[in-house]
Structure formats: structure tokens, C-alpha cells
């Protein structure tokens, strides 16, 4: 009978420290931390400082996770704030951590039952390092693995730095955390990974509706840094941003631990996060959508409609016929805008009402009938098709995988698109050709050149035959490095060109595009622009 106890003792002790098995649902004081037990069946508990707000421990299923070295935590630490915790009950149990400081509410619910951290994050101002992100820095031994991008953003081993601080050489390939971006309106699950039962740790955001830069804006999403592999979720940066930043709750968004493949953004369930009593929540009941049908859009593209305000951003992809509905909006008045693919064809304005759906068409007028010469690339807002839009997305500029970028010469009628630069960069290949032959001198024509982003004030001044077409005025300038860190979407500067009559002639023609600017600078960080299309037509 003893002994029978002692093996039914033993059993229970081993059962309950097995990896995987749940305690019980809480929290607990320990020490300068916060414990709290999500009482998952794959069983998750992480401590919380009491005085910054740092997560300092991750475990799951009885694995530490977290970076020993630094916390997981908002921007680069919030230093110190005020932290506090409470456990809440409806539709289920939840434990909330609050940590405040002066311009900062920052939230993390956890569920019972569930491997998920949500959280949430209320600002009234800017972080004062210019980023408001949140960063998991977790152990690179355990998640060396970065999806869906694999390894363009992993630098551990690096040898050498191609720009900056952030751009790194491994094995001979340029790899940087900014080569991890996807756009907003095409973002699921973001995730690290590794070990023989493949944990994922994933980041997921149902909607950016207080970040910045619209449906087609990217930031960085992972980075195994060597010494630790982070996880990011971008709610506010200065990496190539066209609009101020939005005040106001970030969020919900959660970090998820699985042990059963990736998980996906469409099958998060946030619609319970008004219980837990979260500043700036709006609730589905305090919100209103908006739908139409849009049209001009150009055969073959797909139709966006983006809306927003200094409060709040959305957008939703149109139907074959050009049918949308938006998601479920904060009422106030919008500005509304019609992409085709990126490409900005019409604008227009809406006021949202809670719990109601208003009616708005929108309607493109940018694809008119004209005499087109020749056209180079197509009107989508990205630099589709030309050379080394294929691969700047993933690497640097200067990768030995990059094709040639000339200085190139573009021959209509017998070139292919790819023998036309994605970008003209002063120092390395300044200008582009174009020749090209007319049947007859067409008098006066008009030259468009479309752009997606210009790095220092770069803008394209033409030469044709032997007349110089005026200088442009600068563009609106970013201060961020573009297509270096595999950028390309700015404010999308389109000139025109008015040729006069007697330029043009019957027989062989030329046009340069040149790079100008009032700055200058070496190789690839010198001034310079992403081409989007370029047109030579006739009224």
C-alpha cells in the first residue's frame, strides 16, 4: 500500500511537470514580477516586471522562450511605468497587465485556456525614439527560423555592413530586418520558428487603423540578430512615411505560440476585447462601413479603395465588378481614394456613421483615350517588370544577385521591359536611353513620367534629341532611405513633359531621363528614383 502510494505520487509529479500539461489559470506576485498562467493545455506562462513592463520570461510547454539579455517589451523599453493587474470575467476569464506612463497605456490580456498575448497600445504622443513597435527578443537556439520570408532578414553570422547600421553581408548576400516587410492590406500571420516539434511564435494584426502610410505601406516584421531572434509588430516609424502619425489605441493585436503549424489572422477572434475595459476601444456597435462599386480601373488590375482620416486608416480590395464593402469604420469623414493596383486614379470623401452603412461610389478618370507613342511599364504604382524589380524587395542594391543597372539604353520595339532600370541612382547609373523611331513628326507631344518614391529630392529632368526640358520643382521629401531598404512606395510624384512642336522628328529619336538633385552622394545612396511608367503620347 505505501509503495503504491509512492508510485502514484510520482506519477502525479511527473504528469504535472510534462511539457504540455496546464496549470491552473492565474497570476501570482513574485518577487519584481507579474507570473500569469494562461491555463492552456500547451501551457503558457510569461512574467511581467512590475516596474517597466518588460516581459523577462516566456515559457512554453515548460520551454523558456524569452532573450536573457533584454525584455520583450514596447519601442525599446519603456524604462519605467506604472503596472498593475487584475483578473476579469465574462464571455471568459481573462488576466489584464496595464502599464502606464505619462503618454502611454500599454495592455496584455491573456485568455484563459489559450497560448495568445493580446495586447493592445493607447499613445497621446510619439514614443520619443520615433517608434512605436512592440518587440518579442526571443532565443535564436530555439526560433532561428523566420516566416514567410525566410532567411533575407537573418543576419547572425554577418561579416561586413553595406550601409548604415542595418544592412548586413552573410555568406555574400546583403540580408537586413527591413527585407522582412509585407504590405498592410496583404499582412496575416508573421512568425519565428524551430525546434523538432516546429513552435511557431506569431504576430497578428486584424487591422492597422491608427498606424500610418495607408494599404501598400510595409515595415520591418523579424529579425534573427544572432544573439537574439525578434518578432515586431509596426504601429508607428519613420521608415519611409507619407503622413503623420495617428494617435489614439493601437490594436487589438496578438502574439500566438502554436505547436500546430502557422496561424492565421482570419481565424483570431478579438470581438470580446471590449470586456476587458480597454482605452480608445470602439466596439462593432459604435462603428459603420462603407460600400459602392469604383470604376476606371484599368483591364487586369485590382481595384482598391482606401479611406481615411487623421484618426484612422482602412481599405478593402474591389469585386471583378468593382463592388466593395469596407471593414467596420470609427464614424467621422474620410477621404476616399481609388487605387489601380497602387496607382492613385480618383479621390473622393465620405462620412461614416455607427451602425450604419452609407452608399459611395468612386469613379477613376485617369485611363482616357490618348494617341500613346510608345509607354514603358504600366500605370500600377510599383516598378513592375523593369530590372531588378524582381529581387529589391529581398536584398540591397549592390547584391551580386542584381542584374547590371547600367547606365542602360531602352530600345522600343525590340528591348525587353527588364532592360529598363527600376531606378536611376546618380552615382551609378545616370541617365536612362530611350530610342525609338516615328513614321512621321507628330508636333507637339507630351512626355509623363511616373514615380512611386524619390530619395533626396531626386527627380527626373529629359533630354530629347537635341532640346532640354525644363527642371521640375522637388518633390515633397522623406527623410528615410527608399529603395536601399527595400522601399519603394512614397507620395508618387507623376511629371509631365510638354515636347514642342519640330522636337519630335520623322526617323531614330532619343530621350535621356537624368537623375537631378540639390544633394548628392556615393553609389546607391546618392539621389535617386523608382520609375512606375513612362509615356510618350499626343492629345
Request: hydrophobic fraction near 35%.
Amino acid at each position: 500500500m505505501e509503495l503504491l502510494f509512492v508510485v502514484r505520487l510520482f506519477l502525479l509529479s511527473a504528469s504535472f511537470f510534462a511539457p504540455g500539461v496546464f496549470g491552473a489559470f492565474g497570476y501570482t506576485s513574485s518577487g519584481n514580477n507579474y507570473v500569469v498562467d494562461a491555463g492552456s493545455s500547451n501551457a503558457l506562462v510569461i512574467s511581467v516586471s512590475k516596474s517597466s513592463c518588460d516581459i523577462n520570461s516566456i515559457k512554453f510547454r515548460g520551454t523558456e522562450f524569452q532573450y536573457g539579455g533584454k525584455g520583450s517589451h514596447i519601442s525599446s523599453g519603456l524604462g519605467t511605468a506604472t503596472v498593475s493587474i487584475s483578473q476579469i470575467s465574462g464571455s471568459s476569464r481573462y488576466i489584464k497587465v496595464t502599464c502606464v506612463t505619462s503618454t502611454l497605456t500599454h495592455y496584455m490580456v491573456i485568455r484563459e485556456g489559450e497560448s495568445i498575448i493580446y495586447m493592445a497600445t493607447y499613445i497621446t504622443a510619439q514614443p520619443s525614439v520615433g517608434e512605436l513597435r512592440f518587440i518579442a527578443r526571443l532565443l535564436p537556439d530555439k526560433l532561428p527560423n523566420e516566416y514567410p520570408y525566410g532567411v533575407v532578414s537573418n543576419t547572425a553570422g554577418a561579416t561586413s555592413t553595406v550601409e548604415g547600421s542595418d544592412v548586413f553581408v552573410v555568406n555574400g548576400q546583403t540580408r537586413s530586418k527591413f527585407y522582412s516587410s509585407t504590405r498592410f492590406i496583404d499582412e496575416d500571420s508573421h512568425c519565428v520558428y524551430g525546434g523538432s516539434d516546429l513552435i511557431h511564435v506569431c504576430i497578428m494584426t486584424p487591422q492597422q487603423e491608427s498606424s500610418s502610410g495607408g494599404p501598400f505601406f510595409r515595415d520591418i516584421d523579424s529579425n534573427n540578430a544572432g544573439d537574439s531572434t525578434n518578432l515586431y509588430n509596426y504601429m508607428n516609424s519613420g521608415h519611409v512615411q507619407t503622413e503623420a502619425y495617428r494617435m489614439g489605441l493601437h490594436g487589438p493585436y496578438a502574439m500566438q505560440f502554436s505547436r500546430s503549424g502557422i496561424p492565421s489572422v482570419k481565424d483570431l477572434d478579438v470581438s470580446w476585447f471590449g470586456e476587458v475595459s480597454v482605452t480608445g476601444y470602439v466596439p462593432a456597435s459604435g462603428r459603420g462601413t462603407v460600400k459602392g462599386t469604383a470604376t476606371g480601373v484599368q483591364s487586369g488590375m485590382q481595384g482598391v479603395v482606401h479611406w481615411y482620416n487623421s484618426a484612422a486608416q482602412y481599405w478593402a480590395k474591389t469585386s471583378s465588378s468593382g463592388a466593395f464593402t469596407s471593414p467596420l469604420m470609427k464614424p467621422g469623414t474620410y477621404t476616399m481614394v481609388l487605387y489601380q493596383t497602387e496607382f492613385k486614379i480618383a479621390t473622393n470623401t465620405v462620412t461614416v456613421s455607427a451602425g450604419k452603412t452609407t452608399t459611395q461610389n468612386i469613379a477613376g478618370t485617369f485611363n482616357t483615350t490618348r494617341k500613346t507613342l510608345f509607354q514603358i511599364g504600366e500605370y500600377d504604382g510599383q516598378p513592375t517588370g523593369f530590372r531588378n524589380a524582381d529581387k529589391f524587395l529581398r536584398m540591397h542594391p549592390s547584391d551580386s544577385r542584381m542584374a547590371s543597372w547600367g547606365p542602360l539604353t531602352y530600345t522600343v520595339g525590340s528591348s525587353q521591359l527588364s532592360d529598363f532600370p527600376m531606378a536611376v541612382f546618380q552615382a551609378v547609373n545616370n541617365p536612362v536611353t530611350i530610342k525609338f523611331n516615328l513614321a512621321s513628326a507628330p508636333g507637339a507631344a507630351t512626355l509623363r513620367i511616373a514615380t512611386t518614391l524619390s530619395f533626396a529630392s531626386s527627380r527626373p529632368q529629359v533630354k530629347v534629341n537635341s532640346w532640354t526640358g525644363p527642371a521640375p520643382s522637388a518633390p515633397t521629401k522623406i527623410d528615410s532611405r527608399g529603395v536601399t531598404r527595400g522601399a519603394y512606395r512614397g507620395h508618387g510624384e507623376v511629371y509631365t513633359v510638354s515636347i514642342p512642336a519640330g522636337t519630335l522628328v520623322a526617323g531614330t529619336n532619343t530621350i535621356t531621363i537624368s537623375s537631378i538633385s540639390g544633394s548628392s552622394g556615393t553609389t546607391f545612396l546618392s539621389p535617386n528614383f523608382i520609375f512606375d511608367a513612362v509615356e510618350l503620347y499626343t492629345s
